[in-house]
């Protein structure tokens, strides 16, 4: 049995290991820096693909799919380093960038329950460009349109909608009862 004294040096002890334990999430954003690289490269392979192609041929719907494409890829780059950045921020130490001219302003402001929201509005805005990207591909000669994938397509981006919209209603009605 521990003495009395002993126990506020263990409890001290262990809330300070739960305290240190955010930063088991660094090598996490680390690994999204990766993907966000990667995700670089799957950019600069898309442009020099489809940039010739669409110069040669000069065909209006090529090109509107092939900004699509590239637009799609940077919303999820800019997903990614949202959460990189506030992720780090909210939960594992602060940037030291205050006085950086290029810092983004919501990085000090955005909460949780902002970063919730602006991860649900990327994903439906992704959604609805991968969508328009579909149904632009139907527009080219002999593309049959695939009924099920359109179907899970469109249902999928109405669930994202829904669930923006809910998760919005529930930020409300907190902000409502606890102010």
Not at 67 to 82: E, F, P, Q, R, T
């Amino acid at each position: 049995m521990s003495a009395p004294d002993d126990q506020p040096r263990l409890k001290s002890w262990f809330e300070h290991g739960l305290f240190f334990s955010r930063w088991l999430m660094a090598p996490l954003y680390a690994g999204l820096v990766l993907g966000l690289i990667g995700l670089l490269c799957v950019f600069v392979r898309e442009l020099a693909r489809d940039l010739p192609i669409f110069a040669l041929s000069g065909d209006p719907d090529k090109a509107i799919v092939m900004v699509l494409s590239l637009i799609d890829l940077s919303l999820a780059g800019n997903l990614m380093l949202i959460v990189i950045l506030s992720g780090y921020e909210n939960f594992v130490s602060r940037l030291p960038v205050d006085s950086h001219p290029d810092r983004p302003h919501w990085l000090a402001s955005i909460d949780f329950s902002g970063l919730k929201m602006k991860l649900i509005a990327s994903v439906v805005v992704i959604s609805a460009v991968a969508l328009l990207r579909t149904f632009m591909d139907l527009a080219e000669p002999g593309v049959a349109p695939e009924p099920a994938r359109l179907g899970w397509m469109i249902g999928l981006h109405v669930a994202f909608l829904a669930t923006g919209v809910l998760l919005a209603l529930m930020d409300w009605l907190g902000h409502k009862t606890n102010g």
